[in-house]
């Protein structure tokens, strides 16, 4: 396994990030201890959950599936670094309560002590805004988080979804604050497929020390090989894959993408992970494995080195907006 800095800081983090999304909802919880202690066998050190995780009445499910593999001991959680997010209503039944979620300083106080608990840990090592706070200023929020590092609860703060104005506000308000962290790091969409976070979210992150951390790096299952699985019956395209496919000039690049890969003997999803590693700013992609075989196809991307000639070939099939701002403005 490859390691490298989380952003600014002197966090060591694995170059692919266990997603754990899938834990609870589509992956029992012995099937889910098997994947984590068979990722960190491979070295693979950085985990990322959300409290909201296990959806509908089950939110919170997966964060506790972690918090029981971590009891299980065997330096298990010293090993671990440890992400999770906070922003989400945790309501079962969708009907927050007021100040029960968002980024106020009352919700961000009672979500971390819920985390904690379902996590079985006494500290989170990367706290991360699930998405913006329209209502809540930054002034605010930061000072709730300095409560919590002080209080050892938090060690860095990251971000999910912010669009790159709020992550210089973010940084900015906390630079004025003085003494406060900041963001270190965001996790967004980003993938061969939607490559828009180049236009400001990963210059943004890059301007401030912000490591990237690509969620959904197979866009929804479509870069791993969906067209070539769907010819032999064994998986149907829904979700954002779905939605891509039914235009036909999309199925035409998709088509010519498996073609590329075919040619040069590489599995399509592993080619996906590789390429993303190759990207500047990105610390690594979210992989979330439903079974063990996922995980290990994930784990080959790591030492899979894609030449130039391919990197070439699949900007032609998947072009980039091109440098920022020019890609915009001239």
């Not at 699930?130 to 609860?153: C, M």
């Amino acid at each position: 396994m490859e390691y490298t800095q989380l952003g600014r800081t002197g966090l060591k983090v694995s170059r692919l990030v266990l997603g754990t999304m899938n834990f609870g909802p589509q992956t029992d919880e012995d099937d889910s201890h098997a994947i984590m202690d068979a990722a960190l066998d491979a070295g693979l050190n950085f985990f990322d959950t959300a409290n909201v995780y296990g959806w509908g009445e089950n939110k919170g499910r997966t964060e506790s599936i972690i918090g029981n593999w971590f009891a299980q001991g065997g330096d298990r959680r010293d090993k671990v670094v440890l992400a999770t997010k906070v922003y989400g209503n945790m309501a079962a039944d969708g009907d927050a309560w007021p100040n029960h979620d968002k980024l106020s300083a009352v919700n961000i106080r009672r979500a971390v002590d819920a985390s904690l608990k379902r996590l079985q840990t006494d500290y989170i090592d990367l706290y991360q805004f699930h998405h913006i706070d329209r209502s809540t200023p930054f002034e605010e929020i930061w000072q709730a988080i300095d409560v919590l590092i002080q209080q050892g609860k938090i060690l860095y703060v990251g971000s999910s979804n912010f669009p790159g104005y709020k992550i210089a506000q973010a940084n900015e308000i906390a630079a004025r604050r003085g003494g406060t962290i900041g963001l270190v790091s965001e996790q967004c969409l980003y993938n061969l497929a939607e490559r828009r976070a180049e236009m400001e979210v990963v210059p943004a992150a890059q301007e401030y020390g912000l490591g990237v951390i690509p969620w959904s790096p197979l866009h929804g299952g479509l870069l791993g090989g969906v067209l070539k699985k769907q010819a032999e019956g064994r998986r149907r395209a829904s979700g954002r894959a779905a939605e891509f496919l039914d235009d036909p000039a999309s199925r035409a690049r998709i088509q010519a993408y498996e073609d590329l890969l075919d040619k040069h003997g590489i599995a399509p999803g592993e080619a996906a992970l590789a390429w993303l590693l190759t990207r500047p700013g990105v610390t690594g992609p979210i992989v979330g494995p439903r079974t063990k075989e996922q995980l290990d196809s994930a784990l080959r991307a790591v030492e899979l080195e894609l030449s130039e000639e391919l990197l070439a070939s699949l900007d032609e099939i998947f072009p980039g907006p091109g440098p920022s701002p020019e890609a915009f403005a001239w």
